[in-house]
């Protein structure tokens, strides 16, 4: 199962996410559902340092299958083209999560 993390503040506003582990749909090499995670989630990541111009650390464990980006502005709001970077993000994964069912994924929301 793969878990996704996204983190706000108590305002809304998005401070990262995580997304951990593998989904267990198919054998390595033919998981669509985690081959789809992977792109949306890298994906986003790329968009945000080229697009977005945010400060973010990113850091990852391929083996466990983990992905950690934050927003380094600590302080206030992200950019408005991270935030509909972040939107994207989460629409995406829900409709993963839509198409696919608890038994691949779970999403969670923590604040910060």
């Known amino acids: 199962m ?3 993390t996204i ?3 108590s305002r809304g506003w998005y401070k990262g996410f995580k997304c951990d582990g593998h ?3 198919a054998e390595y090499g033919q998981d669509i559902v985690c081959a789809a995670l992977s792109v949306l989630t890298i994906n986003t990541i790329n968009s945000i340092e ?3 111009g945010d400060l973010i650390d990113v850091s990852s464990d391929e083996d466990k299958g983990i992905i950690t980006c934050s927003f380094r502005n600590r302080t206030g709001n992200i950019s408005d083209e991270a935030t509909l970077l972040m939107k994207s993000y989460e629409l995406g994964v ?3 999560y839509e198409q696919y069912g608890k038994e691949f ?3 969670k929301f923590e604040e910060v």
Do not use: E, P, V, Y
């Open 23 to 25: 989904a267990g749909f």
């Open 7 to 9: 983190q706000k503040n």
């Open 50 to 52: 080229a697009f977005a």
């Open 94 to 96: 829900n409709g993963i």
């Open 105 to 107: 994924l779970n999403i």
């Open 2 to 4: 793969t878990d996704i």
